[in-house]
């Protein structure tokens, strides 16, 4: 097999047995991805147009490289080329073919992405060091240190294609040598998608075994580091080797629509023109076909596909603000699908990648058209990411400057930080290995906002737990608890897209994060920042049926139990119940009060039991089957409730408490007052007040006090009426 496995006129890989590829309609108007599916033996032809001095062989990465950088100085990819073709004189690849094809092959793959010349020179050299004789010393001597670097971090990269006893130590080398440049990882994955477009000479198992690899680490980092051009084309050529039966059968659905007479894409594409134009909107309007990975997936949500699911629409423009202008006038004169609209602009994904998505109906038929919209700087960045870029040496410009929690290098991402972050204080490789598997399963990050306007990047079902340790590192140990969208919340509340989160944090520095925080940790740094602490300090190291330390929240913790010296609870003479005559009691699950909406139910020895509506209770009660009493409050205006404080310890502070509810008029009834836990205080007060009315101004009044951060209404408990 030639060491070019894909038919350069399909959209997808091609394995050994597939023939006979039908090239996409001229009748389109269309611009692939990045297409980097050319040009494995091919780059030994040589350019059309020779470059003077340059050897031809590399004349296609020279055109390539032009392409992108016009005024770069060739003189070190030249020499780079002499080098790398004398020390493998006489190697060969299991295709047949020399060996020198594919560090060409990776160059321009690189090339084609837009890489810089450090970039591309390391790319030639990057088997050097490993397979001939060729030394490190000698590369920096003549390269310099920058590609002595670059080369020297691919050489440590190459275990990782000989056993899986290597992979954890070697992807762990990996993301060290990314964070110090993450070009080292460019050349990795340029060099995985080469030979994944030869994987064919190789015995099946094999194919599988890197297939497998490919799947699980590599295409994830591809994603990560928004090299949307590598990562389609491996996740095709991952689908031909792992499943093989349905790539065959999506590639001949591609196939059949390119032979379509009719093409829906290319009738909303020439409306949508129509519609900018006489809106004076200067925008390029392509149609991107579907690699088939996406065609597979869209196939398995949608089932039979129409014509409209085989591409998107790219929308080009040249600023931001023309971006918004496009989309107004789609929504304004077609029929948008309003739950197809998401804003990557005004909120950028976590791999730098930015755009509008949104999708119209066709009035002829219904089908739906999903439409991107994006500046040409934005689509530049969305198909090579980091490698798009530049040179992450080069000087940062002012609008490069380091935020809240990220790092100033636009071609370090802030996950790639905190990757960096916990890996360093991983115990091991193996736990190293498991979290960073984990970690790239996350497909989805979601971003969540600081009282401050800061933000954090944290993985789609990240809790109150992540976001601690995700803004204050180890810090976060003294975290005790969190209000979520203004609302007191558990450490263990899970996150969502858009939630402004406040941190509670605690004055004592040697406190001791929860164990059960573990169950609740979602990132690696939360995970081994926890682990590593509880292992430090075994003896202080809360249990796990210890209470947790996050403040309590609806359904966290049960109720303090009232004092056994309370008074009773008020009777029929505040509540009045249908039929008349029963014994009432009040709930001290949900303690309701006037005006709370309430419910009731019999129990035994005939009292009615009295519930707040949105009791948990009352659910369970009704699930039951137990019927509902109609039940209301009475003309009497006063109530008796239970609050719950809790508060940071202080010197005075129950003295200034109970002082602030006496002035609102609250009687005390009994209290409680649990021992501090990490300077953390609980408390809970019953209170007769004589006026139901006054309660709001009670529960205000107790907040204000210094030290107190929460007072709540007792809330439901586990146990039923």
Known sequence: MNAEAVNPTSQGPVPPAATGAVAPSPRRKSRPRIDLRRLGRAALLGSTTRSRGLPDAIGHVVEAHRAHHPDADLDPLRRAYVLAESSHRGQMRKSGEPYITHPLAVTLILAELGAETTTLTASLLHDTVEDTEVTLDQVGEQFGAEVRYLVDGVTKLEKVDYGAAAEPETFRKMLLATGNDVRVMSIKLADRLHNMRTLGVMRREKQERIAKVTRDVLIPLAERLGVQALKSELEDLV???????????????????????????????????????????????????????????????????????????????????????????????????????????????????????????????????????????????????????????????????????????????????????????????????????????????????????????????????????????????????????????????VLRDGDTVQLLMGQDPASEPSREWLEHARTPVARIAIQRRLAAHPEHAPEPDEPTRGPAAPGAHPAPRPATDAPPARTAADVLVDPPGATVRLAGCCTPVPPDEITGFAVRGGVVTVHRAECAVVARMKSAGRAEVGVRWGESTGCRVTLLAESFGRPHLLADLTEAMAVEGAEIVSATVEPPDHQRVRHSYTVVLPDAARLPALMRAMREVAGVYDVSRAQPQPTGA
């Open 239 to 493: 689908f031909a080797v792992m499943h093989p039966e349905e790539y065959a059968h999506t590639r001949k659905l591609v196939q059949e629509n390119a032979a379509r007479a009719d093409d829906p894409l290319a009738a909303v594409a020439d409306e949508v023109r129509g519609v900018l134009r006489e809106a004076d909107i200067q925008a390029e309007i392509l149609i991107r076909p579907r690699h088939y990975v996406s065609v597979h997936r869209v196939s398995r949500k949608r089932g039979t596909l129409r014509g409209a699911d085989f591409g998107r629409l790219l929308v080009l423009v040249q600023e931001d603000a023309d971006c918004y202008a496009v989309l107004g006038e789609l929504h304004t004169c077609m029929t948008p699908v309003v739950s197809e609209f998401k804003d990557f602009i005004a909120v950028p994904k976590f791999n730098l990648y930015q755009s509008l998505h949104t999708a119209v109906a066709r009035a002829q038929d219904g089908q739906v058209v999903e439409v991107l919209i994006r500046t040409h700087q934005m689509h530049k960045v969305a198909e090579a990411g980091v490698v798009a870029l530049g040179n992450p040496y080069a000087q940062p410009s002012d609008d490069q400057s380091a935020g809240d929690g990220e790092r100033a290098d636009p071609t370090r991402p802030g996950w790639l930080s905190r990757l960096l972050d916990w890996q360093r204080g991983a115990p091991d490789a193996d736990t190293f290995w498991s979290t960073l598997r984990e970690d790239l399963a996350q497909d989805r990050e979601i971003t969540v906002f600081r009282p401050d306007g800061g933000t954090l990047g944290l993985p789609d079902g990240a809790t109150c737990v992540d976001a601690a340790y995700a803004q204050y590192g180890e810090d976060a140990h003294a975290t005790i608890g969190a209000r979520v969208n203004g609302r007191l919340a558990t450490m263990s509340t």
